[in-house]
C-alpha cells in the first residue's frame, strides 16, 4: 500500500480550465501523484465507495454539475469509511455562508481561486506543498516521532 502523501489526488472539477491548473501546479510542486478527476459529486462518491480507491486527499469545487459540492462534502464526512480524509474545498465562492457552511460540514480547508490565472496557479503550488509536504495524513505509516519533537 502506498504511504498517504503517495497516494492519487482527487480533484473533484468540471472546467476543463482548472483541471489543467491544478496538473500543472501538482509539476510544479514536484509531486509525483496521479492524479483523478471527477467531473460531478456522483462520481467522486462512486469512486470513493468503490472501496479500493483512497486518494490522499480530495480537492473540490462547489459548483459542479448534479450533485454539487456541498452535497458531496457532507456525504463524504457522513460516511464513516470517508469521514477522515482530508477535503479541501477549492471554488469561485468567497460567500461566507459557503465558508461557513464548509467548514461546518467537516471541510478541512477552504480556498476561493483566484481570478488571475498565476494567482491561482501559486495558491495551488502552496496547497500542496502543504497538504502534501508537511502535513501527517490519515493512514500515514511514518508518523513523526516523538522523541523528534
Known amino acids: 500500500m502506498l504511504e498517504a502523501r503517495q497516494r492519487p489526488l482527487l480533484v ?18 514536484g509531486l509525483t501523484n496521479q492524479i483523478y478527476r471527477a467531473p460531478t459529486g456522483e462520481v467522486c462518491l462512486s469512486l470513493l465507495r468503490a472501496g479500493t ?35 479541501i474545498v477549492v471554488t469561485t465562492s468567497a460567500n461566507p455562508r459557503d465558508v461557513e457552511s464548509c467548514y461546518r460540514a467537516g471541510a478541512n480547508a477552504y480556498h476561493v481561486k483566484p481570478v488571475r490565472y498565476a494567482d491561482h496557479l501559486q495558491v495551488l503550488i502552496s496547497l500542496f506543498r502543504y ?12 508518523l513523526m516521532d516523538e522523541e523528534a519533537l
Open 12 to 29: 473533484v472539477e468540471d472546467s476543463d480550465e482548472d483541471f489543467d491548473t491544478v496538473r500543472e501546479a501538482s509539476q510544479a510542486a
Open 53 to 87: 480507491f483512497r486518494p490522499s486527499v480530495v480537492l473540490l469545487d462547489l459548483n459542479t454539475p448534479g450533485l454539487d459540492g456541498r452535497d458531496t462534502l457532507n456525504e463524504i464526512k457522513r460516511d464513516p469509511a470517508l469521514r477522515a480524509l482530508p477535503v
Open 131 to 142: 497538504w502534501l509536504g508537511c502535513v501527517v495524513l490519515p493512514g500515514s505509516e511514518k
